[in-house]
Each structure stands twice: as C-alpha cells, then as structure tokens.
T-cell receptor, first 114, second 116 residues
Framework: DAGITQSPRHKVTETGTPVTLRCHQTENHRYMYWYRQDPGHGLRLIHYSYGVKDTDKGEVSDGYSVSRSKTEDFLLTLESATSSQTSVYFC?????????????FGPGTRLTVL | AQSVAQPEDQVNVAEGNPLTVKCTYSVSGNPYLFWYVQYPNRGLQFLLKYITGDNLVKGSYGFEAEFNKSQTSFHLKKPSALVSDSALYFCAVSPPGYSSASKIIFGSGTRLSIRP
C-alpha cells in the first residue's frame, strides 16, 4: 500500500462521540486525501490537503474536519459521529501535482457508528 | 454535471474467457481516465491510465483499456481472465486542466467474479 498506513483499522463508536482517524505516509507526498466508500457511491472526497496546514473541502465535507501539522500525517475528525458516517474511510496520496498523477491508497478504516 | 458511469454492478466470467468492464463518462474536453482495482480488505490499487496518445492503454496484471472519444468510454479488458482477477474495479475521471486529484470523480464500482 505504498507506504500509507491508517489507524485504527476498525472502530465501533456511539452516536455523538468524537472520532479521529489517522493517515500516515512515508513517501513525502505533498497531496493527501480522505475519501469515504459506500456501496453504490464509489469513493467520495471528504477533504484534501495540498501541504502542511493547507486543506480544502471535498464533495462530502459536512460533519468532518481535518488537520495536517506534518507532511506525513493527515487526521480526519468526526466531531460528533452520526450513523450516516458509518463507512469505510480511505486515505490517499499523489506523488506530484502533474496531470494524470495516479493516487496511492491506504488500507482503509472501517467505522461503525451505533 | 460531470459524471462517471459503470453500468454493471457485477460481471461474471469463466476463467480463460475474455472480460470487459464498462465505463462511460460525461466530462467536457479531453479528460484523464483511470482504472483502479480493490481486493478484499485492501485499498485501491492503480491499474492503468489514459492521458493522451494511443487509444489502447496497457496496464498491470495483463489488463488493458480502450479510450473511445466518440462514445466517451474507457472500457477495461483482459484477453484471458484468471480467478485471481476477482475484485472490485473502479473507473475514475479527472477533468482536463486540473493537475490536482481533488477533482477526480470515481464510478460506483463493478464487482468482477471469475469462476473456475
């Protein structure tokens, strides 16, 4: 998985609790992304980062926040988890900012909100 | 609105037969096109991409894809399927003019099942 790890790999939590997912990369890639994968929807972009402390919203950002204090770490936080946020979350990076750069994905975090 | 469609949720093929996984897109201009594969409990892995040039693109594990501009399609193909090809396949499109992957649109995925 191209030097990308995600933690935890599985988490079960209750509605209303805060949750933080971590993505760690060893490739020194500038761009990092958080996606959620749901049946019938493919992957949808939540937030992305184009450098340390530089982040922007994706297609489905409501209810999520991110932080990037170091090149290698990109955190996704659910401030108050809801059942609709039950999903599989993937982190991804790209090697460079050039047209058609392919993405590298982490192994995913399966989150269940009860 | 820009979109990507994978019209088949599932494709079933016998081992040794050719396989095709379909993808069509609606993006203005000349997009960048990708195929990714996801094995169980794993993240997506890059298979191949079309940027420009030859319409037939070759990728990993013997897969290839044909870009057809007039039909706005980018179908994934393999001449002889293997049981190990069974996985979830995603088509993705990046609109032209954007170098950041933040604009990539993923299809909903097609589950490929190869029977022995």
């Amino acid at each position: 998985d191209a030097g990308i790890t995600q933690s935890p790999r599985h988490k079960v939590t209750e509605t209303g609790t805060p949750v933080t997912l971590r993505c760690h990369q060893t490739e020194n890639h500038r761009y990092m992304y958080w996606y959620r994968q749901d049946p019938g929807h493919g992957l949808r972009l939540i937030h992305y980062s184009y450098g340390v402390k530089d982040t922007d919203k994706g297609e489905v950002s409501d209810g999520y926040s991110v932080s990037r204090s170091k090149t290698e770490d990109f955190l996704l936080t659910l401030e108050s988890a809801t059942s609709s946020q039950t999903s599989v979350y993937f982190c991804a990076t790209v090697a460079g900012d050039f047209p058609g750069a392919e993405q590298f994905f982490g192994p995913g975090t399966r989150l269940t909100v009860l | 609105a820009q979109s990507v469609a994978q019209p088949e949720d599932q494709v079933n093929v016998a081992e040794g037969n050719p396989l095709t996984v379909k993808c069509t897109y609606s993006v203005s201009g000349n997009p960048y096109l990708f195929w990714y594969v996801q094995y169980p409990n794993r993240g997506l892995q890059f298979l191949l991409k079309y940027i420009t040039g030859d319409n037939l693109v070759k990728g990993s594990y013997g897969f290839e894809a044909e870009f057809n501009k007039s039909q706005t399609s980018f179908h994934l193909k393999k001449p002889s399927a293997l049981v190990s090809d069974s996985a979830l396949y995603f088509c993705a499109v990046s609109p032209p003019g954007y170098s950041s992957a933040s604009k990539i649109i993923f299809g909903s995925g097609t589950r490929l099942s190869i029977r022995p």
